[in-house]
């Protein structure tokens, strides 16, 4: 079954940077838009960016910038780079895969991003 495994958080200075990667294994991953979603407590769960199968990218306002999405179709990962962090992008980030045609959408278990001094 689809599977995705998120790595790389932990916690960073402000104005530090950090690099989040996700595994996918169980779907054929270079149809699949790929996504990083974030969810800080008490609020909802958020769009951050994604990255569709042919490449074109999308990055919510508030990190336009500053992240960077990529994707690795020989190795079936997505990453984020993010740059010049904030303590407000401090949340859990959420990998997602979505085929929308077929109404196909994962998630991975999430990884603690922490933004503090």
């Known amino acids: 079954q689809a599977q995705l495994v998120e790595s790389g958080g932990g916690l960073v200075q402000p104005g530090g940077s950090l690099r989040l990667s996700c595994a996918a294994s169980?779907?054929?991953?270079?149809?699949?838009?790929m996504g990083w979603y974030r969810q800080a407590p008490g609020l909802q769960r958020e769009l951050v960016a994604i990255?569709?199968?042919?490449?074109?990218?999308y990055y919510a306002d508030f990190v336009k910038g500053r992240f960077a999405i990529s994707r690795d179709n020989a190795k079936n990962t997505v990453s984020l780079q993010m740059n010049s962090l904030k303590a407000e992008d401090t949340a859990v980030y959420y990998c997602?895969?979505?085929?929308?045609?077929?109404?196909?959408?994962?998630w991975g278990q999430g990884t603690q991003v922490t933004v503090s001094s």
């Open positions: 990255i569709t199968s042919t490449g074109r990218t």
């Open positions: 169980g779907i054929i991953f270079s149809i699949y838009t």
């Open positions: 997602n895969a979505e085929f929308s045609t077929k109404g196909f959408n994962y």
